[in-house]
Structure formats: C-alpha cells, structure tokens
C-alpha cells in the first residue's frame, strides 16, 4: 500500500514505495575482469538480504570501462539498513578495489510500464522540493578531546561553495553531542561531486588531519580503502524532510534559527525512531500557530538527529521542537529511545528536560550566496 504524503514533503524514505538504486561505476585500467569475478562472489548474498528484489551489471559499449550497477528494493529503509551495515562494508570490499571513480543516485518508483515486480508499491505523486539535496556525516571523537575537536571544526576557514556550472555547495552546518559529531550539508546539483569537491579542499584537508588523533575509530585519509570505509561508516543518509507552507513559512532575516536534536534509539529501533520524527515532523510543519518552519531526519542505525529550522527561542515550545504534541507521543517516543541514554526515562521528564539534554551543540553554521 502506498502512504499519501502532504506536498509539502519533498523527501521521504517512508512512503512504502520501492526503490531503484543507480550506482555508475569507473574502473582502473585493466581492472574488468577482476570486477566481474568480484561482482560474481557477492551477488547471491545481497540477493537474499532482505528487501532486496533484482539487480543487474551492465558495460558500457562505448567505453569498457565504465559499468552500471542497478538494483531494486521492496522499501527506502530496508535498502538503507542494508547500505549502512557492516556486511555491505565487507561485501563490497573486493568491488572498491578495482574502482577509480563512483556515482550512485536512489530514485522512488513512480510510475511503470510492462511486467510488474513483486513486492512494494509505487511513489503515488511527484514530489516537489527546493533542489537541495541533504545529507550529514557523523563520527565520535576520543572523551575528554571535545573542546579541542570543536575548536579546530569551528575555526578552519570555509571551502570554495562553487565546485561547477551545474553544482554549488549552499549550507553546512556542525554540531556536538557529548562526543559525537554531526555535519549536515546542503548541496544544490551533484551531491557526490560537492563532497568530493570539500574533500580535495586544501583547508578542509589540514583540518581532517589535525582531528585524525581525536577519532574514536582511526582512518589514514592517504589509503582510499582507510577513507573509504570511514566515510561509509560515518554516512547518515536524510530520510525525510519537510517544510511549512504559506505564511509560516515566511520570517523576517534573523528570526529563523538552525539546531539539531540528537535521539538514542533502543537497539534495532531506530527505523521505527526515524519514521515516528518524520511524521511529528510534518504535523509541526501544518501548524501554522507553532514555531517549526521545517525539519530534517537523519538516521544511521540507531542514531537519529532532526534538523530544525525554529521561529524564536529554541525551547520556547519544546514539546513541538521534540516531536511529541498530542496525546500519548512522550509515551510512544518514551517506548522507542535507549533508556540507558535517557535516565530518567523519557516518559518521565519534562519536555523542557528532555529537550536540553537531546539538543545539540552549534559548532558552525556557514552558508553561501547563490552567485559565491
């Protein structure tokens, strides 16, 4: 069944559509039969992962080089469980090795011509956003090393926004919780291409390398299998975004503030976490009284971080920034997040608590012009 979404949800990973994934491939010279042989070994085990429907190779006639790797999965979440865990790591390791360059690119069934797949539904509309795509990237650094951490991330100077004609980098935001940093990213074009644009940033290099001793999980950013599985790791992919409409949406320069808030999910749970924000998330962006403008899920495993564009003081109206306005959705929210994270439990704290010890550290907030 399809879930019918408010047009103003322009990303959702919970609208129980299927899934095709699009991952264009450059090999190293002389690198193709090794990658098939590679391709030949993993491809049975990621076919019995759950969720997943079909896939197929395919090489380009043109150039040998260069491949397509498609795939189709019954749910967003059930292919993102799957990119996220540490069996894809593994399986796709002998793949990396024989790869020079990758783009991959997720895309909603919408519509469909011919036999039709078993499993999962169709995107019932199109949706319409504000051609930004969002992602964010999260790693821990060593206890005690947070002061330092934060000094070096909040200092270094920005990286060119423009990488080309077709991609600019629009916003990046940094935040702390405890240990755990959390960088989000607005980029209008090629996601992959702006990342890897930040990366080869001579400044953004020298300050990578100056947190390296701080990580909880040590990389080597001159070995491209070091960085990576770092980056595949740190990877917290958006699930959903939406925005307020009208003249909630509208606010004088200075009067929208950004902050992020950080929730434990109890183990296996953060799928269930992530879609619970994602539709408290759409019930704060309809309320035209309350104070939300828009909001940003993100999840990897377990972790779940909500992005928030706030009108007034952050813990004016705490209840709608959390996500839990209406009757029983502590409780639910209670049920769903680590108590081990949380003690007291959720349940029984004060919103005005809860929200001062979910809510995250601003580091940076850097955004650029549309002409820089």
Known sequence: MT?????RVSQSAFDGSRLRVVMLVDLHDGAQKRFLEAYEQIRHHVAATPGHLNDQLCQSFENPSQWL?????ASAPQFLDWVNSEAHIDQIRPLSACI???SS?????????????????VQQAPRLGDDLVRHALTFTVRPGSEEAVAKLLAEYDPPSAKVDDTTRLCRTTLFMHGNRVVRTVEVKGDLTKALR????????RAVEEAINPYLEVERDLDDPESARVFFTRAAMPAVHHVAAHGDTARSRPGEVTRHAVYYRARPGRGTLLAKFLARQAEAAAGDTAGPVVSTTVFQRDDIVVRLIDVRGPLGEDPVAVLGIRGP???AVLDRLLDGTAYRPPAGARQPAQLLERSAMRLVTDRSSGPDA
Do not use: C, Y
């Not at 790797?69 to 999965?73: D, F, L, M």
């Not at 644009?197 to 953004?204: I, L, T």
């Open 69 to 73: 790797i498609t795939s189709e999965w």
């Open 100 to 102: 020079r360059t990758t």
């Open 3 to 7: 879930i019918t979404l408010p047009d």
């Open 328 to 330: 029983r959705k502590a």
């Open 197 to 204: 644009h930040v990366a080869r940033q001579p400044e953004v």
């Open 105 to 121: 690119m997720r895309f909603n069934v919408l519509r469909e011509t011919g036999e039709r797949v078993t499993g999962g539904a």
